[in-house]
């Protein structure tokens, strides 16, 4: 797995997956905020699967193939 999410993109991925837990865990919205864990996830390791499908690529590195 290439990295495929550029730091702002994974900062913002983070952000809002914290935010959906978090307004999860006060119950201010309902069990669909559990669906910040995807975000969350994919931040932390800086890949997306959807990416990947769409050839999208926001990581500014030179990827050698």
Do not use: S
Request: charged share 10%; hydrophobic share 50%.
């Amino acid at each position: 797995m290439k990295p495929n999410e550029g730091t702002l993109d994974r900062a913002l991925r983070i952000a809002v997956g914290i935010l959906l837990l978090a307004l999860t865990f006060t119950h201010t919205i309902g069990l669909w905020g559990w669906i910040g864990v995807v975000p969350l996830l994919t931040g932390l390791i800086g890949w997306c699967p959807l990416y990947t499908v769409l050839g999208i690529n926001t990581c500014p590195m030179k990827q050698a193939e």
